[in-house]
């Protein structure tokens, strides 16, 4: 059966359910949308490097449905929550545990790349609506985009080529890329460098480590050897607390500026300390953006979860956005999918981070930032790249 197919009998089901409760001089819509409460399977990492992104995305999650009454297209709501560890291994028999055991209507998740990639395959073969509120793999939309699938965050590909054009005319042509060794760090290398090179830069030299270990020391020793004019590096979490600390203690933030997407100093900078002061890198996000939307957000979430926010929180607040206006269009019909999906699409969404569309592909159609970081914030300095959408490589919607 293919997923349209899939789409249509269900409809079919609603559509006899719908007699019946004709029948009884109940209206479906009330008796489908109003009585069963709506699942959302959520997959996010609690423990690990990357906790704390999944804790913000989550909280902020609920923050934006909260901030809509509490419910989904007029439905109550029970959630699944998995502990994905960031551990790719697991990645199918936790997705698994949300659509197959708790069969929710939505799964959402999740921050790394590689357990992304089985929540798309489980998706995919389920014909599961999917939200990605972070992990960046490429494939997601682009040679995996399905109709069922929709990302708020961006492609891995796209901070790391805004940041390349910036490189290339700031910071000098001789590169040295660093990152782990997984998909996201792959594919923003491999935008910075596909942008850097157009702008006439060289990359020295690529290093690499597994992910999520932080022996930087020999890598950085090779640095200091090779003498670039930039570093271009892809971390986050609590990696990117320890790689920042470590250039700066080996002494070579005085030589050698460092650069890369905003995840190297997100949610880290108190952990950070004067190790970060003055780094300049590039994201869709900046702490102080000077749109009313994000100031109410901020002042929201740090009275609902008593933190600041951060571009994770940000993706997870417009993530319950994207569902509660999708939900509110179909008025909480799962089985209405074809209208789920078309709302998503139309969407502009009102986001902290500035009004952003969805592309063909489902990936946000965005602004990138300058910024830089002074005192406990990633101050906005001037927009980077204007409204950068993704290579959507290989997306043949179904
Ligand atoms: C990723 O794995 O796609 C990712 C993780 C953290 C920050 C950005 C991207």
Same mark, same amino acid.
Not at 250 to 269: E, Q, S, W, Y
């Given at each position: 059966?293919?997923?349209?197919?899939?789409?249509?009998?269900?409809?079919?089901?609603?559509?006899?359910?719908?007699? &019946?409760? &004709?029948?009884?001089?109940?209206?479906?819509?009330?008796?489908?949308?109003?009585?069963?409460?709506?699942?959302?399977?959520?997959?996010?990492?609690?423990?690990?490097?990357?906790?704390?992104?999944?804790?913000?995305?989550?909280?902020?999650?609920?923050?934006?449905?909260?901030?809509?009454?509490?419910?989904?297209?007029?439905?109550?709501?029970?959630?699944?929550?998995?502990?994905?560890?960031?551990?790719?291994?697991?990645?199918?028999?936790?997705?698994?545990?949300?659509?197959?055991?708790?069969?929710?209507?939505?799964?959402?998740?999740?921050?790394?790349?590689?357990?992304?990639? &089985?929540?798309?395959?489980?998706?995919?073969?389920?014909?599961?609506?999917?939200?990605?509120?972070?992990?960046?793999?490429?494939?997601?939309?682009?040679?995996?985009?399905?109709?069922?699938?929709?990302?708020?965050?961006?492609?891995?590909?796209?901070?790391?080529?805004?940041?390349?054009?910036?490189?290339?005319?700031?910071?000098?042509?001789?590169?040295?890329?660093?990152?782990?060794?997984?998909?996201?760090?792959?594919?923003?290398?491999?935008?910075?460098?596909?942008?850097?090179?157009?702008?006439?830069?060289?990359?020295?030299?690529?290093?690499?480590?597994?992910?999520?270990?932080?022996?930087?020391?020999?890598?950085?020793?090779?640095?200091?050897?090779?003498?670039?004019?930039?570093?271009?590096?892809?971390?986050?979490?609590?990696?990117?607390v320890s790689f920042v600390k470590d250039y700066y203690a080996?002494?070579?933030?005085?030589?050698?500026?460092?650069?890369?997407?905003?995840?190297?100093?997100?949610?880290?900078?108190?952990?950070q300390?004067?190790s970060?002061?003055?780094?300049?890198?590039?994201?869709?996000?900046?702490?102080?953006?000077?749109?009313?939307?994000?100031?109410?957000?901020?002042?929201?979430?740090?009275?609902?979860?008593?933190?600041?926010?951060?571009?994770?929180?940000?993706?997870?607040?417009?993530?319950?956005?994207?569902?509660?206006?999708?939900?509110?269009?179909?008025?909480?019909?799962?089985?209405?999918?074809?209208?789920?999906?078309?709302?998503?699409?139309?969407?502009?969404?009102?986001?902290?981070?500035?009004?952003?569309?969805?592309?063909?592909?489902?990936?946000?159609?965005?602004?990138?930032?300058?910024?830089?970081?002074?005192? &406990?914030?990633?101050?906005?300095?001037?927009?980077?790249?204007?409204?950068?959408?993704?290579?959507?490589?290989?997306?043949?919607?179904?």
């Open positions: 059966m293919t997923k349209e197919q899939k789409g249509t009998s269900r409809r079919r089901v609603l559509g006899g359910m719908a007699a &019946a409760a &004709a029948a009884s001089f109940v209206p479906a819509r009330f008796a489908i949308g109003q009585s069963a409460k709506l699942k959302l399977g959520i997959m996010l990492p609690y423990t690990g490097t990357y906790a704390a992104l999944g804790k913000n995305i989550d909280d902020a999650m609920r923050l934006a449905i909260a901030e809509a009454g509490g419910k989904l297209g007029g439905r109550e709501i029970e959630y699944s929550v998995v502990d994905d560890e960031s551990e790719p291994a697991k990645g199918t028999e936790n997705a698994n545990k949300l659509v197959i055991r708790d069969k929710v209507d939505i799964l959402i998740g999740t921050v790394h790349s590689g357990v992304a990639a &089985a929540m798309v395959k489980v998706a995919r073969d389920n014909d599961t609506m999917l939200i990605i509120p972070n992990a960046g793999l490429d494939a997601a939309t682009g040679a995996l985009c399905a109709p069922n699938i929709f990302r708020t965050s961006f492609s891995n590909s796209q901070p790391g080529f805004a940041t390349g054009k910036y490189a290339a005319e700031t910071k000098g042509k001789r590169a040295v890329m660093i990152s782990w060794d997984y998909a996201a760090g792959k594919e923003s290398t491999e935008g910075f460098k596909e942008a850097y090179t157009a702008g006439g830069g060289t990359i020295l030299k690529e290093l690499f480590l597994p992910f999520p270990q932080v022996a930087f020391q020999p890598l950085l020793t090779e640095i200091a050897a090779i003498k670039p004019d930039l570093v271009y590096a892809f971390y986050a979490g609590g990696g990117a080996a002494g070579l933030r005085k030589t050698i500026p460092l650069v890369g997407p905003g995840f190297l100093t997100d949610g880290t900078l108190e952990a300390g004067e970060a002061q003055g780094l300049e890198t590039v994201l869709h996000y900046a702490d102080d953006l000077p749109n009313a939307k994000d100031k109410a957000f901020r002042a929201a979430f740090k009275k609902a979860a008593n933190r600041e926010a951060d571009v994770y929180a940000v993706q997870g607040y417009d993530t319950g956005q994207v569902l509660v206006a999708g939900l509110a269009a179909v008025k909480g019909d799962m089985g209405a999918r074809k209208e789920l999906v078309a709302a998503i699409e139309k969407l502009t969404v009102d986001s902290p981070r500035g009004k952003f569309t969805f592309s063909k592909a489902h990936n946000p159609v965005q602004d990138f930032y300058l910024r830089k970081v002074m005192g &406990a914030l990633n101050k906005y300095e001037n927009v980077a790249a204007k409204a950068l959408g993704d290579t959507a490589k290989g997306c043949k919607m179904a």
